[in-house]
């Protein structure tokens, strides 16, 4: 819980700083980077459980990764983890 609080936090001061002209535009109330961070600290403060799921996954089913790839990492990569490591 604490470790939510923080982000969250951290998220927020972001858009409090956009909205307060700490941004690259000037300050207004639509600043488009304290939105962004307001949004932000939305999806971290509501999606906190998705995200503790996907890192979890491996402890949850209780076996090493002997060689073969974990489901939640290929899923959440942006890429196959072979085409990651594959030497040419």
């Known amino acids: 819980m604490v470790?939510?609080?923080?982000?969250?936090g951290a998220a927020l001061l972001l858009a409090i700083g956009g909205f307060f002209g700490a941004a690259p535009t000037p300050?207004?109330?639509l600043n488009p980077f304290g939105v962004l961070f307001l949004a932000l600290s939305g999806v971290i403060w509501f999606g906190w459980e998705i995200f503790r799921d996907a890192y979890a996954y491996r402890d949850e089913i209780g076996k090493p990764s002997r060689g073969r790839h974990?489901?939640?990492?290929v899923r959440?990569?942006?890429?196959l983890l072979n085409r990651l490591i594959r030497r040419e």
């Open 70 to 73: 974990d489901l939640m990492i």
């Open 3 to 8: 470790a939510r609080i923080l982000w969250t």
């Open 76 to 79: 959440l990569g942006p890429i």
């Open 27 to 29: 300050a207004n109330p």
